[in-house]
């Protein structure tokens, strides 16, 4: 069994930064990617960001992209979600995950077998 904490949410205003962190305990492995989703009130939960399977590229939405760095610190197991230049639209819950090697897309949330449980970050304008 993973369990995956996120922790670093919290309510701050438009053009704020935040930093997201996701730790990994339990039977981690070293054959994954791990990503980056959001859920925004009434809307469906989607890809912020995510590595590949080799960890040396990562992937960002549109949306975040320019805005939003991930990072990782193995030592640690936990992973990092650099947020700057918040936006109101930013608002969400955010999801780390965790997917394995050679299940599925970074971008695909069926192919990500572990969740964390949530962090609420509120962007006020």
């Known amino acids: 069994q993973v369990q995956l904490v996120e922790s670093g949410g919290g309510l701050v205003q438009a053009g704020d930064s935040l930093r997201l962190s996701c730790a990994a305990s339990?039977?981690?492995?070293?054959?994954?990617?791990m990503g980056w989703f959001r859920q925004a009130p009434g809307k469906e939960r989607e890809f912020v960001g995510a590595f590949d399977w080799s960890g040396s590229v990562i992937y960002y939405a549109d949306s975040v992209k320019g805005r939003f760095t991930i990072s990782r610190d193995n030592a640690k197991n936990t992973v990092y979600l650099q947020m700057n230049s918040l936006k109101p639209e930013d608002t969400a819950v955010y999801y780390c995950?965790?997917?394995?090697?050679?299940?599925?897309?970074?971008?695909?949330?069926?192919?990500?077998?572990?969740w964390g449980q949530g962090t609420q970050v509120t962007v006020s304008s």
């Open positions: 339990g039977r981690t492995s070293s054959n994954y990617a």
């Open positions: 995950a965790r997917r394995l090697v050679g299940k599925g897309y970074y971008y695909q949330q069926a192919a990500y077998d572990y």
